[in-house]
């Protein structure tokens, strides 16, 4: 192995984390928006059983309000968030076979990582962007609904630009969070940029690889920090 | 004609009788004002009135529209969500603290709906805006957001908005308490200058004088019922009502 050949895993490993990041945050984002109002729903189909004098017995009251929906998304939630990353994506990857039987192919590992790093990444941005929902004031949907902004409208006009730049700080968070959790791939043996690394530094008892992957998260953070400051940036012009 | 009549209208918060048996009827060009002590009702009617809450009991009818009507035992019963959108193109609501949004520039604020909700054309409405915007002092602040003006110009800018969908009616809920008293007067004044172009309007405010000079009828609301009515120099100089005077008392030196 001579040291072009090292340069090259190395840089092979750096692009598959790269993609890693890029695809998890292109799956996560959308898809935590879903779960959000998953959990920020308030559909209770037992609510006829309510009297409408209000005097609910308890029972009566706790089965009324129950939102089904909203019910199970909490539970997601609290399992992708309360349990280790790593063992999701064991789970993701092996669940298949030690479940079901089913034989993957190949290919499967990156789309469990990709999986496993969507589903659980989109379980923290659902729980930012409720909180950025609910931090906007209600006369925001007042004034859009006498003006007569639709739910959708309201939604797309007036409630998404301005949780968004509520959630920036929250987000650039979590964004800078995955840079380094994308490392977690090695326990499925995906050739990203920490399992390379540490394959060379196995192989050529040498340090120096590790060195080289620190630096290359480090460089990356730094290039991200610098992106979301400059979003951030963009969106000041308001208040 | 009458642009909005309120027949006894019901409203209750759990136990909390709000608004008892309530009907109120306002007719083209007129000025309503609506006084009365704080929890006497007059937010939760005037939000009732803008859908913004649903009566329990009572008519609720725009231009011979209805949004509501009572059933047999009286239950308010509304329109479905086709007519009460078509009612909502008859009124404009300007809240007590602007609601103006602050991710748009001033001009789009006001041109936004009537192009998006109105479906009207983009230069007409931009033209209109520029118009109203002059009509309130604001001209050279198109272009600036929510935040870079005082809680004056943001109430103008609420209130142009408002008269860019061009409604049959509009509701004043407190516009000038959350305003310093430097600031009241220049939104009294362009509502008083809407009145003299015969605007219809209902206006819930602690100003009495205002009241008594603006409008052409007066209600005193107190406890959920409209306790006096009528003519503006009758209801705020000779009071009939112990309830009445005692309210207007506090506001005479
Ligand atoms: N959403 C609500 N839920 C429960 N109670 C409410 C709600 N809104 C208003 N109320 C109650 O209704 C009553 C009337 O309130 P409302 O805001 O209409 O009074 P108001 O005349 O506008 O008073 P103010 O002059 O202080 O604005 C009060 O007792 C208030 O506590
Ligand atoms: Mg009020």
Redesign the interface.
């Not at chain 1, 007042?142 to 639709?150: D, K, M, S, W």
């Not at chain 2, 609601?99 to 991710?103: E, Q, S």
């Given at each position: 192995m001579n040291f072009v050949v090292i340069m090259k895993q190395l840089f092979d490993g750096m692009s598959a984390s790269v993609m890693i990041f890029a695809l998890t945050l292109l799956f996560s984002m959308p898809l935590g928006l879903v779960v959000a109002f998953g959990r920020m729903s308030k559909w209770a189909p037992l609510g006829f059983l309510a009297k409408e004098d209000?005097k609910n017995g308890f029972l009566r009251l706790t089965i009324a309000t129950f939102r089904p929906i909203q019910f199970i998304v909490k539970i997601i939630i609290a399992i992708l968030r309360g349990t280790p990353l790593m063992l999701q994506l064991l789970v993701v990857f092996y669940g298949p076979f030690y479940l079901f039987g089913v034989q993957l192919p190949r290919s499967y590992r990156l789309i469990a990582v990709l999986l496993g790093f969507s589903i659980n990444y989109a379980a923290y941005f659902a729980e930012i962007y409720r909180a950025g929902i609910e931090s906007i004031?209600v006369?925001?949907y007042?004034?859009?609904?006498?003006?007569?902004?639709?739910k959708s409208?309201t939604f797309r006009?007036?409630i998404l630009?301005?949780m968004v730049?509520r959630i920036l700080p929250p987000v650039t968070n979590e964004v800078i969070t995955l840079v380094k959790d994308t490392s977690l791939a090695f326990v499925l043996a995906y050739a990203e940029m920490f399992t390379v690394a540490k394959q060379i530094a196995a192989a050529k008892t040498s340090i120096m690889p590790l060195f080289v992957a620190g630096v290359f998260y480090f460089i990356f953070n730094f290039v991200v920090a610098f992106v979301m400051e400059r979003i951030e940036k963009a969106l000041s012009?308001?208040? | 004609m009458k642009v909005l009549e309120i027949n006894h209208c019901n409203k209750k918060f759990?136990?909390n009788e709000v608004l008892k048996d309530i009907s109120l009827s306002v007719s083209e060009g007129q000025v309503v004002s609506i006084i009365g002590p704080s929890g006497s009702g007059k937010s939760t009617l005037l939000r009732c009135a803008?859908?913004?809450e649903t009566m329990d009991g009572g008519d609720l009818v725009y231009m011979g529209e209805y949004a509501a009507k009572a059933d047999a035992e009286g239950k308010a019963v509304y329109g479905d969500k086709e007519a009460l959108?078509g009612i909502?193109?008859h009124?404009?609501?300007v809240?007590q603290?602007f609601?103006?949004?602050?991710?748009y520039s001033v001009i789009r604020n006001i041109t936004?709906?009537p192009i998006?909700?109105?479906k009207r054309p983009k230069e007409a409405v931009y033209a209109e805006a520029r118009e109203l915007l002059k009509k309130m002092g604001l001209a050279d602040k198109e272009n600036a957001?929510?935040?870079q003006l005082s809680g004056g110009q943001q109430q103008r800018v609420s209130i142009a908005?408002?008269l860019a969908?061009k409604p049959k009616i509009l509701f004043f809920d407190e516009p000038t308490s959350a305003l310093d008293p430097e600031l009241t007067g220049e939104i009294l004044k362009v509502i008083k200058d809407l009145a003299a172009e015969h605007m219809t309007m209902v206006i819930v405010t602690h100003e009495m004088a205002f009241a008594r000079d603006v409008s052409n009828h007066v209600i005193f609301m107190d406890g959920g019922v409209i306790v006096e009515e009528g003519d503006p120099m009758e209801i705020i100089n000779r009071p009939q009502q112990e309830r009445t005077k005692a309210f207007l008392s506090r506001f005479r030196q």
């Open positions: 209000g004031p006369g925001q007042e004034a859009a609904f006498v003006l007569g902004y639709n409208q006009k007036i630009p301005q730049k012009y308001y208040r | 759990g136990d803008t859908l913004l959108k909502k193109q009124f404009g609501l809240f603290n609601n103006l949004f602050p991710h936004e709906p998006l909700i109105g957001y929510p935040h908005r408002a969908m």
